[in-house]
Structures are given as structure tokens and as C-alpha cells.
């Protein structure tokens, strides 16, 4: 059983950088791909990015492309979340998640959640 908490959310302004952490226990960090992602209010949880197991490919989500950056530390069993220039549209929930199985990652059948940490960005 892996368990996943985050930290580092907060209110910011538009414009801003935030990192986000995500700290696994309870497993082998090493064989999980890790995603983060983020739930508006009022709107579905969606993908933001993902990172395979060795950390050498990523995705992204169209919105954040060339403003997000995550990254793994396998010997911290940590993954991060670098997000720069924020915008309002930025705010929302922020949830990191893992599984074995990348592609579940993307199919919403993500077997492990972390609880989420709200992320603010004012205008």
C-alpha cells in the first residue's frame, strides 16, 4: 500500500512559481509512474503531468506545456511539481498519484491518490 502526501500549495499571484512535493512511503517508489493532477471546482480531475519510473520521459497537458516541469528524486521518493508563471486558471486542487502501469495514469484508473493541496493562483 503506497501512500502519497503533498505539500507546498498555497495562494500565490498570477505570474508567480510554486513547487509542489509529493512524498511516497509504503512501497518501491522506483517501479511507480508518478502523474499529477488537478481538479477545479465545479469541474472533473484531470492529468496535468506524468513521469515514467526512471524519470527520462514526461508528459504534459496542453495548458501547462512550457510552464510545468515534474521531476522524481527515486532516492527521496519524491516527485515534484515546478509550476512557473502561474495564471488564475492554475487554481484548483492539486492531487499526485501513482501506479505501476503508466497508461493508467491516463485512463483514470490510478490505484494510488494522494489527498490534494489546494493551489491559489489571485489575478
Known amino acids: 500500500q503506497v501512500q502519497l502526501v503533498e505539500s507546498g500549495g498555497g495562494l500565490v499571484q498570477a505570474g508567480d512559481s510554486l513547487r509542489l512535493s509529493c512524498a511516497a512511503s509504503?512501497?518501491?517508489?522506483?517501479?511507480?509512474?508518478m502523474g499529477w493532477f488537478r481538479q477545479a471546482h465545479g469541474e472533473e480531475r484531470d492529468i496535468v503531468a506524468s513521469?515514467?519510473?526512471?524519470?527520462?520521459?514526461?508528459y504534459y497537458a496542453n495548458s501547462v506545456k512550457g510552464r510545468f516541469t515534474i521531476s522524481r528524486d527515486n532516492a527521496k521518493n519524491t516527485v515534484y511539481l515546478q509550476m512557473n508563471s502561474l495564471k488564475p486558471e492554475d487554481t484548483a486542487v492539486y492531487y499526485c498519484?501513482?501506479?505501476?502501469?503508466?497508461?493508467?495514469?491516463?485512463?483514470?484508473?490510478?490505484?494510488?491518490w494522494g489527498k490534494g493541496i489546494l493551489v491559489t493562483v489571485s489575478s
Open positions: 498519484a501513482a501506479d505501476l502501469l503508466l497508461d493508467n495514469l491516463y485512463k483514470n484508473r490510478v490505484n494510488y
Open positions: 509504503g512501497g518501491t517508489f522506483s517501479r511507480y509512474a
Open positions: 513521469i515514467i519510473w526512471s524519470g527520462r520521459s514526461t
